[in-house]
Antibody
């Protein structure tokens, strides 16, 4: 069974930093590109970052480029999202998702950016 | 960036009804479109990929169609478990973009 378990969310002040993790199991993690997707309190879904299976290639939309960094440790079957210069509009539920087409999602971890 | 316009944003229907949700892209996405279902407090669940292919375990009352820039999700013979939010996603290019969602409520 494919399982993705996110952790690391919390309450952060504007301008702060946080690192999310996603532990993967039930599939060959190193064979899949992985992504982070967020859902705002208004329920809008936004694709946040993607990393290739080997970690060589990454993609970010303009809204987070230069502030967020996606990475992975294939030996630990874990995906990461380092977030810095956080803004109130980054407040969302953050999901990790498998593959370039998001076929499996974790349960999510919540980030709240507020003073 | 490809914009995905999903409609309606909300709708109500009765058990046994047949409903259709549409997504229109701002360009041809060559069937690179997924549909997801989301229930309260849960992550989106994979329903349909490449516009028409049912994901594993999805009931056959769900179907997808479309081509070019216009796509639709149809649910036939609505059951109580189908009342949820639905989203489309284009994966033709980065940035991946989602439709705004459709809230399907029971009438």
């Amino acid at each position: 069974e494919v399982m993705l378990v996110e952790s690391g969310g919390g309450l952060v002040k504007p301008g702060g930093s946080l690192k999310l993790s996603c532990a993967a199991s039930g599939f060959t993690f190193s064979s899949y590109a992985m992504s982070w997707v967020r859902q705002t309190p208004e329920k809008r879904l936004e694709w946040v970052a993607t990393i290739s299976s080997g970690g060589s290639y990454t993609y970010y939309p303009d809204s987070v480029k230069g502030r967020f960094t996606i990475s992975r440790d294939n030996a630990k079957n874990t995906l990461y999202l380092q977030m810095s210069s956080l803004r109130s509009e980054d407040t969302a539920m953050y999901y990790c998702a498998r593959h370039l087409t998001a076929d499996y999602w974790g349960q999510g971890t919540t980030l709240t950016v507020s003073s | 960036e490809i914009q995905m316009t999903q409609s309606p944003s909300s709708m109500s229907a009765s058990l046994g009804d047949r409903i259709t949700i549409t997504c229109q892209a701002t360009q041809d996405i060559v069937k690179n479109l997924n549909w997801y279902q989301q229930k309260p407090g849960k992550p989106p669940s994979f329903l349909i990929y490449y516009a028409t292919e049912l994901a594993e375990g999805v009931p056959s009352r769900f179907s997808g169609s479309g081509s070019g820039s216009d796509y639709s999700l149809t649910i036939s013979n609505l059951e109580s478990e189908d009342f949820a939010d639905y989203y489309c996603l284009q994966f033709y290019e980065f940035p991946r973009t989602f439709g705004g969602g459709t809230k399907l409520e029971i009438k």
